[in-house]
């Protein structure tokens, strides 16, 4: 009953002030219903957090004459007259921040001077002696509307606020802490660290089972979850809970949040796609560029949500900016998704609005097409030809080589791009290097010699010397070994284990991992790969030739981050990869993690190795 009588007094203080007194008999049956009301009560329904959350609940009253004032700032034109409607009225603490909340929402390009204009001190004056009266929500966007005007923050008035806030944090409900938290993040170290960020931290992190809306959860992960991982996880929990409520922004900043921390959550990812994939209709260009980079950058790819973004960007693609073409192939390319009528709608982009590109943005492009495999328009090419050859040496040292290796990629390298990156003064660059993209360099270059070698039989010159191509593959040797390359070498080792026929992970002028080297017979016998020639080794140990009717095999194991996402299409190096090898002479055994994981017996793995083996010597004697 005492629940119920605070309740009635809560409504009656935010009804409105005029009062009429209740007629006797209504009073007689309040009395009445009092009397008869069991004398035993639960107590959860006297527990105080319930009744201060009731209150915080209740809509705080805006008088007829707040909104008169409302409709009239919202109707001035200046800032001056702004001012002038405040002189004009009395002001008390609420209408004074309703005066400053408008006059910051406008675009103010003297701030300093608003600041220090009379009647602008006299609203401050108004809200700092009245501020106890300030209703929560109006205190919160003072303060949010003074940060944006820029005043200083060891000015008395403004400390004044935040200490009144503090006082009321315990008060306010989860929708004004939200509002806070777009006031205390941005600002500087010393409010920061100060016991206003602390409070509201404290306070989030103990009530966040009260977040009852959407945009609440929202705001609170955005400004707030990269400072506590335990609201981010608290956090997380509120966002499955609401995941069909959000719109596709408030999925967007979300996702967003997620991305800046670096938070791989695959729950939350594949519950806000799936929700924005089946329910939302057709996306703003925005939402979409954010959210593939976002994917992108915690490398998660809902396959359905990013096909559905792709066929949604292509008929918007005129809208785009040059840089948001440029950082939307490079979205796809990390993301390994490749959308043909996508890829060929940002050609025909490039060669209708090519005074728009900058030359590293056609560069970065086609670093992208190259991972993709994807071989544009031939007037792409001469696109980058025309304006890359003579801006050569403005790129970057780094853009240069990876710029050559996609034309390699592509097969689409020319004799100034090769020349550029296998004179002297270019590699010495890459052998003097310490850092940790030295090795990634020598592969690289590796493989640009590799290209030159064997793909193009009209390039004059010059090649790699012999000292540096061994240099580059003992920079470039990684000993690291794939679960799947160790099972395949085990099986291998297994099937032929007469002394030493094999060869694995052989140090090569080809920049090439080559996993496994066989010589074969004309009856599929292995003779032993030491005793043969191989000028493509660093340190070739045989002098032997191959005998009449004998092969040299390679096996190669192609792992999970070979191909594209969800398919069995490989990605532009590796198909480069397999173009080397076969014009180097080998026949290539490849081992795709999609087939090797589906045999679940050392029996059945030798049974296949000798297949795909027997398969590659019939094929070539067929050609």
Known sequence: MAARLILRGCRLLAASASFQPLPPTTLSECVRSCQVAPSSLPKASLHTSSLCSLADSLPEPIGDTHKDLLCLLKSAESVDDILAIAT??????NKSSMVICEIANREVQYKQEVLKDQRFQDLLKAADTQIHGMYN???????????????DRKDQILQSLETEVLWRLRKLNMGNLAQLSSYLTPADNSIAKGSLQQELMKQVELRWTEIKEPRTVVALLFRLGHMSKTLTEHLEDKVLEFADQFTPEQTRKIILAFAAQGRRSLPVLRVLSFHLWQHQPQLSPSVILSLLSSYAKLTFCHTQMVDRMTKDIIPRLPELTSLEISSLTRSLSLLKF?????????????????????????????????????????????LIHQRVIPEMDSLRFNLQLDLVLSLCILSHVTTPFLQRVLEPQFYSKILEETSQKSRSHCWKLLQINCTAQLECPDYPGPLLPRDVLQSLARKAKSLDLSELRKSVQDVLKVIYPAPEPCRFNTPN???????CELVLDSEYNALPVKDFEAPYCL???GTQPLPQGA?????????????????KDLLGAFVMNRRHLQAAGFLVVEVPYYEWQELHSEWLKQSYLKDQIKKAVAEDMAR
Not at 372 to 382: A, G, T
Not at 553 to 559: I, M
Request: net charge positive.
């Open 539 to 541: 340190q070739s140990e």
């Open 338 to 382: 490749s959308n043909v009528p996508l890829c060929e709608a940002i050609t025909q982009a490039c060669l209708e609005r090519s005074e728009s590109f900058s030359t590293s943005q056609l560069c970065y492009i086609i670093l992208n097409f190259a991972n993709l495999n994807f071989h544009p328009k031939e007037e792409f090419f001469s």
């Open 88 to 93: 004009s009225r009395h002001m008390d603490g």
């Open 137 to 151: 929500i109006n205190l919160i966007k003072l303060l949010k509307s003074l940060h944006r005007l820029g005043m």
């Open 551 to 567: 092969r040299r095999l390679v096996v190669v194991c192609r792992d999970f981050s070979f191909f594209h996402v969800r398919s």
């Open 509 to 515: 002028v080809y920049g090439w991992q080559l996993d």
